[in-house]
């Protein structure tokens, strides 16, 4: 290959080149090989004939001087169906030991979608899973928030919600581990083959002891792996981010590097246009679509914070889990009041839905207001009607934890899917005290109360 360009300056996260040529550009890969060493870089700016890169990996053995050669292809990551079952750094490189039969490969920024190719009609994606499907459904293309800490339940409810996409739509699933933990990302890849989803799912990850060129190309690589599914598989295809909020900082880190001004808390000046850039390839099409979840990191607790606020504006809704609802032994452990959903409109999800919703909500945030007063005076002292809420919302919060396909070998039961027409007409009848004299304890960890 022809050289392009020497190395003039080097740091950490900065590679300063002069160019001999003129026809390099922003996100091409300069290349330094020699019989002991590789080291690619990404173009992030030009300056008259000084480009600024980005080093893929650490800058050891590199020296002023170096000539580089030049990638025309750019940065690429495997564009086939062999990419299921494959777990692949940020690079596009394979991970975990296995092999591609046969390349064929696509450049991660390639794909942007057209307003012509947009379809914002998409149906509801039922999940199965009651409590999301009730209070917070999904439809197709939507970004949702997922938000918890750890221990409450993150890693299963994602194992499930794949478990069931694929039994109900037969579409697979894309994993991108943005500031991962090792150990994390490896115990998520233990569970997924232990539970036979792994051939159902494909995973990228950029670690946290990885540079942020590696953390933030990440998200790039897993969108292209999710636009094979939708574009050339034509599947309704879920995509897991884990944490968005890590790619804000790995390109404010980038920032820094290159010296520009920040804006308040440090964020670069491009926040808005890299997190659109990323959002705007989260969508439907008259092919197929890409519903994404989304864990957000939230620094200092502060809902507040800039990145946060910018990220929530992208979103359709959020799925937060509980710790105090998990304690209580309840899974899903999902905050009802916190969680939402633009679909929660009665000309998405229809009357009767939205009506049991909002009355389910009532009966929720009463017996929040009678656990205090029974605390104090009793439940002697409550009215009748207050005694049926009290009653009969125990029975709703119970009936709404569930069993799950990808946790039967710790709880020994059965995973259940329930369809959503059943799913109203059990809360339903719960509401109007159809069950009023069946004991709270027989709505754990069920289905379908119609089906048994």
């Known amino acids: 290959m022809e050289k392009v360009g020497r190395i003039i300056s080097?740091?950490?996260?900065?590679?300063?080149?002069?160019l001999y040529k003129s026809d390099v550009k922003t996100k091409d890969i300069l290349v330094y090989k020699d019989d002991t060493?590789?080291?690619?870089?990404?173009?992030?700016?030009?300056?008259?004939?000084?480009?600024?890169?980005?080093?893929?990996?650490?800058?050891?053995?590199?020296?002023?001087?170096?000539?580089?050669?030049?990638?025309?292809?750019?940065?690429q990551i495997q564009y086939s169906e062999e990419i299921l079952?494959?777990?692949?750094?940020?690079?596009?490189e394979l991970i975990d030991g296995n092999t591609i039969e046969k390349e064929v490969k696509r450049n991660v920024y390639d794909r942007n979608i057209s307003i012509e190719e947009l379809d914002i009609s998409g149906k509801i994606l039922w999940t199965g899973i009651k409590v999301i499907d009730f209070f917070a459904p999904i439809q197709k293309g939507y970004k949702m928030g997922l938000l918890g800490g750890a221990g409450v339940g993150k890693t299963v409810l994602i194992k499930e919600l794949i478990?069931?996409?694929?039994?109900?739509?037969?579409s697979n699933a894309v994993f991108i581990g943005v500031g991962e933990r090792s150990r994390e990302g490896k115990e998520l890849y233990d569970e997924m083959k232990k539970d036979d989803l792994l051939d159902k799912i494909s995973m990228v990850f950029g670690q946290m002891g990885e540079s942020p060129s590696?953390?933030?190309?990440?998200?790039?690589?897993?969108?292209?792996?999710?636009?094979?599914?939708?574009?050339?598989?034509?599947?309704?295809?879920?995509?897991?981010?884990?944490?968005?909020?890590?790619?804000?900082?790995?390109?404010?880190?980038?920032?820094?590097?290159?010296?520009?001004?920040?804006?308040?808390?440090?964020?670069?000046?491009?926040?808005?246009?890299?997190?659109?850039?990323?959002?705007?390839?989260?969508?439907?099409t008259s092919r197929g679509s890409i519903t994404s979840f989304q864990a957000i990191y939230i620094p200092a607790d502060d809902i507040n914070d800039e990145a946060v606020q910018t990220i929530l504006t992208h979103l359709d809704g959020q799925i937060v889990l509980d710790r105090k609802i998990a304690e209580k032994g309840l899974h899903p452990a999902i905050n009802v009041f916190k969680s939402s959903s633009k679909s929660i409109d009665p000309e998405i999800i229809g009357k009767r839905h939205y009506d049991l919703v909002t009355e389910a909500l009532k009966y929720f945030s009463r017996y929040?207001?009678?656990?205090?007063?029974i605390a104090v005076l009793g439940i002697d002292e409550l009215s009748d009607n207050d005694k049926n809420i009290f009653y009969r919302t125990r029975k709703l919060r119970n009936y709404f934890s569930q069993p799950m396909f990808v946790a039967k070998d710790y709880t020994g039961l059965e995973g259940k899917m329930v369809d959503v027409d059943n799913l109203l007409n059990d809360v339903s009848d719960i509401l109007n005290g159809a069950y009023d004299d069946v004991d709270e304890e027989k709505f754990l960890y069920r289905g379908s109360l119609n089906e048994e």
């Open 368 to 373: 929040n207001e009678l656990e205090q007063i």
């Open 163 to 170: 478990n069931n996409i694929y039994r109900k739509q037969n």
């Open 214 to 284: 590696s953390r933030s190309k990440a998200v790039y690589s897993g969108l292209t792996l999710a636009e094979y599914l939708r574009d050339e598989k034509e599947q309704d295809v879920l995509l897991f981010i884990d944490n968005i909020y890590r790619y804000v900082q790995a390109m404010s880190e980038v920032s820094t590097e290159l010296r520009r001004v920040p804006i308040e808390n440090g964020y670069p000046t491009t926040l808005l246009s890299d997190i659109s850039g990323v959002q705007e390839r989260i969508n439907s």
């Open 37 to 75: 060493m590789l080291h690619k870089f990404e173009v992030v700016e030009l300056d008259n004939n000084i480009a600024s890169c980005i080093p893929f990996e650490s800058v050891k053995g590199l020296k002023k001087g170096f000539e580089l050669e030049a990638l025309t292809e750019g940065l």
């Open 10 to 18: 080097i740091s950490e996260l900065n590679v300063k080149v002069f």
């Open 85 to 92: 079952g494959k777990v692949f750094n940020s690079f596009g």
